[in-house]
């Protein structure tokens, strides 16, 4: 018996070349590019200005939810693909139990909603 | 002279398609040739896949991907009423001079990249910054593994098809490798070291993060429309959308309306498209690079490292087009005439022929999608920081998630489709009066989801704000 | 040997490799990395357990999702390059117990582990259908449909939990 593995091998095949292609293409700007190092050069670009400080900085903690709130709701998405390919098979029952996964989920996007944690403006 | 244009330009689609022909053909005849050389040898089957890789990924995809680079300044100099690129010239005999629409432009492109000096700033991370461009691109470019481009036929003795792998998991290989590009614009952002690259680096990923959410919610109703999250094989999504929910044979010609995921799940595609369009960061959601205010994530990169992440965007507006045309334009089906097409006598003694027409077939929908990408990059003024976030929690998240119920419980109703593709074709009729219909009244009532075109840039900074605050 | 068993190997061993990286590398950022690559050689490893869909899920929710939570988190309190030298505190000898008691209970896990492989895996049919995304919908929406319902719960939680840890802020 063939294993149950070889339709993989193309996926291998495609991550390797990916990562082969995306590490050698800019090897090649370091190998045929000029090189020349000065000081002000080698600063970080600050549209012309001295530079000031460094950039290792903290930064809005509304980043931070998003970041949160993104890793609640792909996790939701991730529960809805098997129950997707299985959805007729489950019925009108399946669409009950997603229905209610989902509602759950919902009452948390319009507390946040309604806590502020999606406004951007001010 | 105009009509010497005119057959310019009809020779130029002629030689396009003919060669994008002849390179499907080749697809075919290379796989069957790699299939049946590694069953021999090896025992091993997926030799398919492996030629499908060089010639689809690297032969179409990235060929495609680096036209684009000319064809989108080509296409913005017509829309800015500008000539566009036409200095490099090919200087031998009757080509002296002429600009040949610019496509030297590419070559002129490619060596600038090359030669430039590779810089990175003394006080980067020198392995983050460098990894950076890597992650950038890599997942972009084999995300195309899944797409089919051509039917499953028999070729040199072999079943082989037009995809690279058709893995059991389909698209959440797709959502899975999408995600890890987040990496590659937040790791340059901060390796940079620069407060512009880290501005545009936490923008670029907090973007695409939040985007990805409805990404993966908008395709859920076309996954329980058929079953399954395959695109390709017999039955995945793009040979599915094949089969004809109404269907009359008018002499001999089979026409009907099939079972595109376009018609099935309008609200599905325009969620889609939206949501992946943030994720490829071009205007009208390019706010994490600015050239006039943030520069961007990859301000410090130069050189090919630079170029790495233009091309990922290229790739992935190829992609893109490759996705949407498998899952709700019908893969590389006609909406109509398949069935006679494929019952022609000639075409059942060589399958290939009409393959490889179906594959073109293919290829004339991705490049339609990518014009209509281009046209949209240059056509929405840019959306503000806060707009992009509420658009994507506020408008698509929800609107996915309806979307997905009504179409469960449309499905449960009638198995058979037909009623989702009613209510498709009612939802697309309305979206249609909103869009088309003239509105009257104040000009900057509508100033979120339809890219506020009365204002121009400045304007919309003050009109935008309150008309938002109204709408929620 | 065959090429599972070398790609087992090659698997193994950059997922060690690259676990040592997380402990090992001085910038917070790059042990983030590191670990996204430890969870993408997992995914790895998942598929030759013929656990396809877990592979799928591992690297959408853990390399493409949570790491990217880990990386803002590090972003944010703006770690230096060189980070707190290692030194002896109650909660560190607590965390190498800790570590070591999972370690024993791995170990233990491993040992009790059937010796011959199950009678099923002759039966191709059977093989063909183990692990996809169909089987583990159907096991979950059936037979493990309460746990199912508390995830929701749980979600939920988290989402109030970011809310009032963010929330002066916001």
């Not at chain 2, 091993?44 to 995809?61: K, Q």
């Not at chain 2, 910054?129 to 039917?151: M, Q, Y």
């Not at chain 2, 939206?274 to 990169?301: C, H, L, N, Q, W």
């Not at chain 2, 027409?357 to 999608?369: G, P, R, S």
Request: aromatic share 12%; with cysteine.
């Amino acid at each position: 018996m063939e294993s149950p593995l070889v339709p993989y091998l193309p996926i291998l095949a495609v991550l390797l070349l990916a990562g082969l292609m995306a590490m050698a293409i800019p090897a090649l700007t370091t190998r045929l590019g000029p090189r020349s190092v000065n000081p002000i050069k080698s600063e970080s670009f600050e549209c012309g200005n001295p530079t000031l400080g460094t950039a290792r900085q903290r930064f809005a903690v509304k980043f931070y939810v998003v970041a949160l709130l993104f890793i609640v709701f792909d996790v939701e998405a991730v529960f809805l693909y098997p129950w997707a390919v299985n959805f007729r098979a489950l019925g009108w029952f399946g669409y009950g139990t997603m229905l209610m996964f989902a509602s759950t989920l919902v009452m948390g996007l319009v507390y946040i909603w309604k806590k502020g944690a999606l406004e951007w403006e001010s | 002279m105009k009509m010497k244009k005119w057959i310019e330009v009809s020779l130029a689609i002629g030689f396009i398609i003919g060669a994008l022909y002849g390179l499907m053909a080749a697809a075919y005849g290379l796989s069957g040739l790699l299939e049946g050389l590694l069953k021999d040898k090896f025992g091993v089957s997926g030799g398919a896949g492996f030629a499908n890789l060089l010639v689809l990924m690297l032969g179409c995809v990235m060929v495609i991907a680096t036209a684009l680079t000319l064809a989108e300044r080509k296409w913005s100099a017509m829309m800015q009423d500008r000539i566009g690129p036409n200095r490099a010239t090919i200087d031998i005999g009757p080509l002296k001079g002429r600009a040949l629409g610019g496509v030297p432009h590419i070559v002129t492109d490619v060596l600038k990249l090359l030669t430039k000096e590779d810089f990175q700033p003394a006080t980067a991370s020198k392995f983050l910054f460098n990894l950076g461009p890597i992650l950038a691109f890599a997942p972009v470019f084999a995300l195309f593994a899944i797409v089919p481009v051509g039917p499953t036929l028999e070729v040199a003795g072999q079943k082989v098809g037009l995809y690279v792998a058709n893995p059991d998991f389909g698209l959440l290989y797709m959502l899975g490798i999408a995600s890890l590009a987040v990496y590659g614009t937040s790791l340059a952002g901060w390796a940079s070291n620069n407060k512009f690259a880290l501005l545009g680096g936490v923008r670029a990923s907090s973007q695409m993060i939040s985007y990805e959410v409805a990404l993966g919610l908008s395709l859920v109703g076309m996954m329980i429309a058929f079953g399954t999250v395959q695109l390709a094989g017999p039955t995945g999504m793009s040979e599915m959308q094949g089969h004809y929910l109404w269907k009359a044979t008018v002499g001999g010609l089979d026409v009907g309306i099939p079972a595109w995921g376009f018609l099935l799940q309008p609200v599905g595609f325009i969620l889609f498209f939206a949501a992946a369009f943030a994720e490829t960061k071009r205007a009208p959601f390019d706010v994490p690079e600015g050239e006039s205010e943030i520069i961007g994530y990859f301000v410090e990169y130069s050189g090919m490292k630079f170029g790495l992440f233009m091309i990922a965007e290229f790739v992935e507006v190829v992609v893109l087009s490759g996705v949407l045309t498998a899952i709700f334009f019908g893969g590389w089906t006609l909406p109509f005439g398949n069935e006679a097409l494929a019952s022609v006598g000639f075409f059942q003694d060589h399958p290939w022929v009409l393959g490889a027409l179906f594959a073109t077939i293919f290829w004339v929908k991705v490049i339609l999608l990518c014009y209509l990408q281009l046209a949209i990059r240059w056509t929405f003024p840019r959306f503000r920081y806060d707009q992009i976030q509420t658009l994507g929690w506020k408008i698509l998240l929800p609107m996915g998630l309806v979307n997905l119920f009504v179409t469960g419980a449309l499905i449960l109703w009638d198995p058979t489709l037909r009623s989702l593709a009613i209510a498709g074709g009612l939802e697309i009729a309305l979206i249609a009066a909103v869009t088309l219909v003239p509105r009257g009244g104040a000009k900057d009532e509508h100033a979120e989801d339809h890219g506020h075109g009365g204002h121009g840039a400045h304007g919309a900074t003050d009109a935008a704000a309150p008309a938002l605050a109204a709408h929620h | 040997m065959s090429a599972e068993l070398v790609l087992f190997w090659v698997f193994a061993a950059a997922i060690v490799a690259s676990a040592g990286g997380v402990i090992i590398a001085r910038n917070a950022i790059a042990s983030a990395m590191s670990l996204v690559a430890c969870f993408f050689f997992l995914a790895g490893i998942y598929v030759l357990l013929w656990a396809h869909t877990i592979a799928a899920l591992q690297v959408l929710v853990y390399a493409g999702a949570i790491m990217v939570l880990f990386l803002f988190v590090i972003m944010l309190l703006s770690l230096t390059e060189s980070g707190p030298v290692a030194q002896l505190s109650p909660s560190r000898i607590l965390g190498a117990v800790g570590t070591a008691g999972l370690l024993a209970a791995l170990v233990g896990a491993l040992l009790r582990l059937p010796k011959t492989l199950p009678t099923w895996v002759s039966d191709t049919a059977q093989v063909q259908r183990f692990g996809t995304i169909k089987e583990v919908g159907q096991v979950m929406y059936t037979q493990w449909l309460f746990p199912f319902e508390a995830v929701s719960l749980l979600l939920l939680v988290a989402i109030v939990g970011a809310v009032v840890v963010a929330k002066p802020r916001i």
